[in-house]
């Protein structure tokens, strides 16, 4: 949904560094957009061709890289490091962190999103016999490629195995019915105020952010 991918960037610049950004797999660059208004040097790396092709002409100051994230070897590090529901979809989440890892610059952060096993609408969903568990794969999830589905604990976790440090946990987009429910009923100062009320409720938000850092030596 545009409206979660436009208030996820209104999170990350809350807590966006220096001026450089690794952006790993923007696939349309939807977020894209929104980063390029940042004014700081992007990188970014996707590993499919046709969406580099794409990437390279609608945003030709930045550095597009075609490569998957495990042969992803960049000759720079990087302030910021965004994976914005990235996690999910990847063979081996703790991995793919560990390397984001060497890529960050000391005080750097990685961002990244993913979406929330525990929101609201997957405990209506489990109830209602429709899931068998919360964080069992729906029919949505395998449309979108997803492997898995964290719940708070779970993505905390990803990041500490992968040697992190969580500076920030936080969630956005209170989600209590179906997108197609909401995108039929709902209007625009309803669907905001919602994603405002993830952020007061992180456990049962729809979505769920760490900010993670390299820890101290």
């Not at 568990?133 to 898995?148: C, F, V, Y």
């Amino acid at each position: 949904m545009p409206a979660a991918i436009s208030y996820c960037f209104r999170i990350l610049q809350r807590h966006l560094q220096g001026d450089s950004l690794l952006e790993m797999g923007p696939a349309e660059g939807v977020m894209t957009e929104l980063l390029a208004t940042t004014g700081k040097a992007m990188t970014i790396v996707e590993g499919s061709a046709l969406f580099c092709d794409s990437l390279r002409q609608r945003f030709p100051a930045a550095t597009v890289v075609h490569a998957l994230f495990e042969e992803f070897q960049p000759t720079q590090r990087f302030d910021t490091i965004i994976l914005g529901h990235v996690l999910e979809h990847v063979q081996d989440p703790v991995d793919i962190l560990a390397r984001t890892r060497q890529w960050l610059k000391p005080g750097g952060r990685i961002f990244a999103a993913v979406p929330n096993a525990r929101s609201v609408h997957r405990q209506a969903a489990t109830i209602m016999g429709l899931l068998p568990q919360e964080d069992a794969l729906n029919e949505m999830d395998r449309h979108h490629g997803h492997r898995r589905v964290f719940n708070p604990e779970s993505f905390r976790a990803a990041f500490s195995q992968a040697g992190l440090r969580v500076d920030v946990f936080g969630g956005y987009w209170l989600k209590p019915v179906s997108n197609g429910q909401i995108e039929s009923h709902w209007t625009p100062a309803m669907i905001e105020a919602f994603m405002q009320m993830g952020e007061r409720y992180p456990d049962i938000a729809g979505e769920i952010y760490v900010v993670a850092s390299l820890p101290p030596v």
